[in-house]
């Protein structure tokens, strides 16, 4: 009995850290995106602190950047309204939708456009380009959602230019999800 109770406590325990469904302000990223499970919102940090903090990074390799471009995205709207992370600071919350608008704008993303159709061109943008399907890739860059012609959008996304913002948000995000004391918040 005592495993039993054991087990359901330790299962509802991991639940509370997956995430929450989709919302207006936060787009669906399905499990796994950023690592294993079910458990984004640590590996998007990590992976969108990374990325963001040099240039160098993601040079020549869209499909780090364009995963980082999702990151923000998701972030800027999880940070906000998943009560696991409440005790943010509440200035990285405002900085994550700072850096995704200007990130946005240097891609060449429609202002207005639902973050839900960003997160889902981007994926398939990442898996086109993990596979090696250029004409899939081409048929993602032309659509709507950029202003930029393919080309030009592929090319900010191989070089993509530091952003302070971005830089700052993501990794103060990181560092209050693993502070230093060990104590989350």
């Keep these: 009995m005592r495993t039993l109770v054991s087990l359901s406590i330790l299962a509802l325990c991991l639940s509370a850290c997956g995430t929450l469904p989709a919302s207006r302000g936060t787009p ?23 990325a963001f903090g040099s240039p160098a990074n993601t040079r020549g390799n869209p499909i780090d950047a364009a995963k980082a471009v999702v990151a923000l995205e998701y972030l800027s709207g ?11 600071d509440e200035s990285i919350k405002l900085r994550m939708g700072q850096a995704r608008d200007q990130l946005r704008a ?22 086109d380009l993990q596979t090696a399907n250029g004409p ?38 990181q560092e209050q999800s693993f502070p230093v004391g060990g104590n989350r918040g």
């Excluded at 999880?78 to 943010?88: D, G, I, K, T, V």
């Excluded at 060449?108 to 997160?119: A, D, E, K, M, Y």
């Excluded at 202003?147 to 990794?171: C, D, F, H, K, S």
């Design 136 to 173: 899939a890739a081409g048929k993602v860059l032309a659509s709507p959602i950029f202003a930029y012609p393919p080309q030009q959008t592929m090319q900010i996304l191989a070089n993509l230019p530091y952003v302070q913002e971005a830089n700052l948000a993501t990794a103060r995000a």
């Design 28 to 50: 669906y990223l399905p499990p796994g995106v950023y690592g294993v499970y079910q458990d984004n919102d640590i590996g998007a940090i990590n992976q969108s602190a990374w």
């Design 78 to 88: 999880e940070l906000r309204e998943n009560p696991r992370w409440f005790s943010m």
């Design 106 to 127: 240097v891609l060449g993303i429609r202002p207005g456009t639902p973050s839900q159709l960003v997160v889902n061109t981007l994926l398939a943008l990442s898996l």
